[in-house]
């Protein structure tokens, strides 16, 4: 199982990004996937996720401005990021659990500048 986040960069509070998880070694529609990041100094947290079902859930930190959505055929999900504020520069990775073992991409890093 192989995951692979992208589209982290610079951007200025206020900004948008998307960023994508590219997924393979799993039968995608079955499966979650959740995004998480990690600030600089702190623990990493939970952001969002999303079922195979298209069931979405959020950190309340989050709700109403980042959205998380998935494309099963191209076996992708994404992390839309709006109104972007400095408190959500961080690492942000996605993750997934297949049997009972986590699995999660190396990490995209998201920096947003005031």
């Known amino acids: 199982v192989q995951l692979q986040a992208s589209g982290g960069g610079l951007v200025q509070a206020g900004g948008s990004l998307r960023l994508s998880c590219a997924v393979s070694?799993?039968?995608?529609?079955?499966?979650?996937v959740a995004w998480h990041r990690q600030a600089p100094g702190k623990q990493r947290e939970f952001v969002a996720r999303i079922s195979g079902a298209f069931a979405e859930n959020y950190a309340d930190s989050v709700k109403g401005r980042l959205i998380v959505s998935r494309a099963n055929a191209k076996n992708t999900a994404y992390l839309q990021m709006n109104s972007l504020k400095s408190q959500d520069t961080a690492v942000y990775y996605c993750?997934?659990?297949?049997?009972?073992?986590?699995?999660w991409g190396q990490g995209t890093l998201v920096t947003v500048s005031s």
């Open positions: 070694g799993i039968t995608f529609v079955n499966y979650d």
């Open positions: 993750q997934t659990i297949w049997g009972s073992t986590e699995y």
